[in-house]
């Protein structure tokens, strides 16, 4: 009797190691290796751009010796051609003078659509916001060709005016949607309430709609930042002068000549590139999240 208590006593005790030792390793299958895959293959790019902006070049074009994944005698000289022999920082200067004129003028046009097609309720709202959205799925390597022969008329191309103006012309309409869809799920009785008290209804825009749309605003305002700031086509399309290029362009089409690429210095252009992009969300993830969070507590 004593021996099958003590039998079972111990089988009691194996059982919860083995439990653990089964989820800890479903753990490591299920949660830890996918994340571990899915953050490797999307920061190294960013990597191996760190990797070449700050390898010499006798190191990078002699893999024998070398590693290629590793740095043995780090260098700025990369850097520093980039900032101090090229355009480099005008182009920077011109790319975010464009990404947050386009993202200011979409964000703008597509509030007053999205509030005009959800809240005011003409008919065929629902078809003609259907259509905006359709228009994004255009490719712009269609669109590029009319919209060059537009800039030129107005006297626009080789200008970062041209940039500014065309761009909404794909960020409009999936901000539009998006947009749509926030405003869906404001409650259209605090807009009744606020006409019965006499408001119009742009200060039932400023004052109700757009508060509770942080959010939507948000997400769209990163949306076109980032689609404006990595943009290629219209960019090379649009602009011819070296000085007036976007970053995306420059960095490709200056520090190529010929056959010879200038690899250290195209990644380091690639990382500085990336940097604002970041920088931008970093600044406004947390408010995002943020406004969600307090949206559902409220």
Known sequence: ???????????????????????????????????GCFVLI?????????????????????????????ISSPTLAHIKHLLFNTAYPHWLKTTMLVAIGSTTLSLIASTLA??????????????????????????????????????????L?????????????????????????????????????????????????????????????????????TLSWNEFIYALAFIQSGANKTVPVAILTELVTGDVYQWGALMAGSLLGSLPVAIFYSLFVDYYVSSLTGAVKE
């Open 1 to 35: 009797m004593t021996d099958t208590v003590a039998q079972g006593t111990a089988v009691a005790k194996a059982a919860p190691d083995t439990m653990a030792w089964d989820s800890g390793l479903r753990r490591l299958m299920m949660i830890y290796l996918p994340l």
């Open 42 to 70: 999307l920061l190294f790019p960013f990597y191996w751009m760190a990797v070449t902006s700050f390898k010499p070049n006798a190191e990078l074009m002699n893999y024998r010796d070398h590693n290629p994944f590793w």
């Open 157 to 225: 191309f080789d200008s970062p005016l041209a940039l500014i103006l065309v761009y909404p012309t794909f960020l409009v309409p999936f901000c539009t949607w998006l947009l749509i869809g926030y405003f869906k799920s404001i409650p259209y009785e605090l807009e009744e309430c606020a006409l019965v008290d006499g408001a119009t209804r742009l200060q039932i825009l400023r004052r109700i709609t757009l508060p509770l749309a942080v959010p939507g605003l948000i997400s769209a305002g990163i949306f076109s930042f």
């Open 114 to 155: 999205a509030y005009a097609i959800e809240r005011l309720r003409f008919r065929g709202s629902p078809y003609v916001g259907l259509g905006i959205y359709l228009a994004y799925l255009v490719p712009p390597s269609i669109l590029f060709i009319p919209l060059a022969t537009v800039v030129v008329q107005f006297g």
